[in-house]
């Protein structure tokens, strides 16, 4: 992890992972079960913040603006250096529109697929808290939400858009 809260919840949730699943063997298998336990954890928080991250990053980047910025008709035209560039009208059109796509493509993804996405990357939900919202196995909700983020990453793919 790369903070030390990150580290101390991936601690946590181990520890809670151990109590609950493997409270019931012999203390001499616990020190292996739970590195093992703490390894799994570390890994999918660490997958699920890079997918959030790519996400989030690239929703929050179009919608980034200063409500004192968006009064003043200069800051829509591009500065010589670009250094403006973010804020100018096209960029803003062509930000609206790949939303818009992005948008679409969420929605033709099939409802349990686009359910998990949405719920543990928009959302902000842990695998078990979706698992719980959808009347699922913690396993089901990352199959949908790989097969998901697979799925829109090839659609935007076709598109011309990377990520």
Known sequence: MRDEA?????????MIRLASKYGDRPADEWPLLFQRILQNVVRDMLRRQKVRTTWVSMWSSMFRRD??????????????????????PDKLVGQAQMLGIIEAEIARLPQRQREAFLMRYWEDMSTTETAAAM??????VKTHCSRATTALAAALKAKGITL
Not at 6 to 14: F, K
């Open 135 to 140: 009347g699922c196995s913690e396993g089901s």
């Open 67 to 88: 409500e004192d910025d968006a009064t003043d008709p200069l800051d829509t035209l591009v500065a010589a250096d670009e250094g403006n560039r973010q804020f100018s």
């Open 6 to 14: 990150g580290a101390l919840d991936a601690v946590q949730e181990a």
